[in-house]
């Protein structure tokens, strides 16, 4: 099966600056990959995903990028800001999502004043 | 603002007993997901369904869970005997596909075996 390491697991950045986490993964047949957003108490919230037939994907001050050769795929989040202060889990599937995720354990991105 | 609902938010019950939650998915969607977050294994999936139909429950222990999909409104995730080990947070995901993969979260049950 899938299996998805996530790194750090926690990341303080200061306000404004970037923050990167990285994520890979092992089944060579995985085709999507979602990012989900979770605040304390909170149901994960899908910030971005990109698909393996791209190789960058960008929305306002999230972008996320993928080695397909490598089974590498990472967050970038420009200009930080408070509000991104959460838990932030990379994840892959097959069948263009069809199938359910496997998650990494996730990355604590703090984000300090 | 379509949103999957699960009932109950929190459970306390004792080991041993029945546990049933219930998710409503997005009307339309016609797959959900079962999930279940824990501080050790993080986010596991435990089974899905598509058109109500099981397609995989490899990650649901099979003497003491089962998951069902009565209706096209309604999916259960039943534990039967509960342990103190089932405590999690339990999330129900749905999504449309052959139109979009994302997968849209409900807000959990909080599970506590005591």
């Known amino acids: 099966g899938e299996n998805v390491e996530q790194h750090p697991s926690t990341l303080s950045v200061q306000e404004g600056d970037s923050a990167v986490i990285k994520c890979t993964y092992s089944?060579?047949?995985?085709?999507?990959f979602p990012w989900y957003k979770q605040e304390l108490g909170k149901r994960p919230q899908l910030i971005i995903d990109?698909?393996?037939?791209?190789g960058e994907k960008k929305d306002q001050r999230i972008a996320v990028t993928l080695n397909k050769t490598a089974k590498h795929f990472s967050l970038h989040i420009t200009e930080t800001q408070p509000e991104d202060s959460a838990v932030y889990f990379c994840?892959?599937?097959?069948?263009?999502?069809?199938?359910?995720?496997?998650f990494g354990k996730g990355t604590h991105l703090i984000i300090q004043p | 603002d379509a949103r999957v609902t699960q009932t109950p938010r929190h459970k306390v019950t004792e080991m041993g007993q029945e546990v049933t939650m219930r998710c409503q998915p997005i009307?339309?969607?016609?797959?959900v997901f079962w999930y279940r977050q824990t501080m050790m294994q993080g986010l596991e999936l435990l089974a899905y369904?598509?058109?109500?139909?099981?397609?995989?429950d490899s990650g649901m222990p099979k003497d003491r869970f089962s998951a069902e999909m009565p209706d096209a409104t309604l999916a259960t995730l039943k534990i039967q005997p509960s342990e103190p080990r089932d405590s999690a947070v339990y999330f129900c995901?749905?999504?449309?596909f052959g139109a979009g993969e994302t997968q849209y979260f409900g807000p959990g049950t909080r599970l506590l075996v005591l």
């Open positions: 089944d060579s047949a995985s085709n999507y």
């Open positions: 990109i698909r393996s037939n791209v």
């Open positions: 009307l339309g969607h016609n797959t």
């Open positions: 369904f598509r058109n109500r139909a099981p397609l995989d």
């Open positions: 995901a749905s999504g449309l």
């Open positions: 994840a892959a599937t097959g069948r263009g999502g069809a199938d359910g995720l496997t």
